[in-house]
C-alpha cells in the first residue's frame, strides 16, 4: 500500500515562529503536493513538486516555501507563522503519467493552529 | 482557477438509497477526478475519468462527464453507512487538480 505520512497530525506555533511540515512517502512518486483545506473553501494548492529539487508555486504560495531535495520527502516551510495560516495542511503525491498530476494519494493531514 | 464546484453542498440520504452530486467547472480540461474525504482525515481517490470519456462504473459508482457542458456527476448506488464523507471533484490540467469545497453526504440508517 501506498503510505504519505505527514510527521505531525497536531501542531500549535506562535505568531512569528518558522513551521517546519514533513511529508514522507514511499512509493517513489515524482509528483508531491501540498494543499491547505479550509471549511467553505475547498483544498487549495500551494505548492507542487515534480522532481527532486525542481517546485512550482500553486494558488496561494504566499507566506510559504518548500524543499525537496530528496525524492521521497516535500517539507513546507512558514517562515514566519500568521494567524491565518491556522488551516490543516494535506499532502499528497503522485506518479507523473505524461505530464499529469495522475491519481493522488494524500496523508492524514497536519492540523496547524497558529496563535 | 479551474477549480470544481461542487452542488449541493450537503446531502442527507436513507440507507439503501441512491446518493448523486455535480461538479462544474471552468476550463479545459485533460481528465476529472472524484475524491471522499471521511471526518479529520485525508482524501481517498475513487474514480478518474479522461476528457474523451463520457461514463465510468466502478463498483456501485458511476461517474458521468460532459465536457460540452463543463459539468461531471457522481452516483452512488445502494448507499450504506460508511458512504458517510465529504466527496470533491478535481477537474486536472497539467500538474494541478483544483478541488472544491465538497459534498457532505450523510447516510441514514
Known amino acids: 500500500d501506498v503510505k504519505v505520512t505527514q510527521s505531525s497530525r497536531y501542531l500549535v506555533k506562535r505568531t512569528g515562529e518558522k513551521v517546519f511540515l514533513e511529508c514522507v512517502q514511499d512509493m517513489d512518486h515524482e509528483n508531491m503536493f501540498w494543499y491547505r483545506q479550509d471549511p467553505g473553501l475547498g483544498l487549495r494548492l500551494i505548492y507542487f513538486?515534480?522532481?527532486?529539487?525542481?517546485?512550482e508555486k500553486g494558488d496561494i504560495p504566499e507566506g510559504y516555501s518548500v524543499s525537496r531535495e530528496k525524492k521521497e520527502r516535500f517539507s513546507l516551510i512558514l517562515e514566519s507563522a500568521s494567524t491565518n495560516q491556522t488551516s490543516m495542511y494535506l499532502c499528497a503525491s503522485s506518479f507523473n503519467r505524461q505530464g499529469r498530476a495522475g491519481e493522488l494519494f494524500f496523508g492524514e493531514g497536519s492540523r496547524l493552529t497558529v496563535l | 482557477s479551474q477549480q470544481g464546484e461542487e452542488d449541493p453542498q450537503a446531502l442527507s440520504i436513507q440507507e439503501g438509497e441512491n446518493a448523486t452530486m455535480n461538479c462544474s467547472y471552468k476550463?479545459?480540461?485533460?481528465?476529472l477526478q472524484w475524491y471522499r474525504q471521511n471526518s479529520g482525515r485525508g482524501l481517498v481517490h475513487l474514480i478518474l475519468i479522461r476528457s474523451n470519456e463520457r461514463e465510468k462504473h466502478s463498483g456501485r459508482l458511476r461517474v458521468t462527464l460532459d465536457t460540452s457542458k463543463k459539468s461531471s456527476s457522481l452516483l452512488i448506488t445502494a448507499s450504506r453507512a460508511a458512504d458517510t464523507a465529504s466527496y470533491f471533484c478535481?477537474?486536472?490540467?497539467?500538474?494541478?487538480?483544483?478541488f472544491g469545497a465538497g459534498t457532505t453526504v450523510t447516510v441514514r440508517a
Open positions: 478535481a477537474p486536472e490540467n497539467d500538474y494541478k487538480l483544483s
Open positions: 513538486s515534480y522532481d527532486v529539487k525542481m517546485k
Open positions: 476550463t479545459s480540461i485533460n481528465n
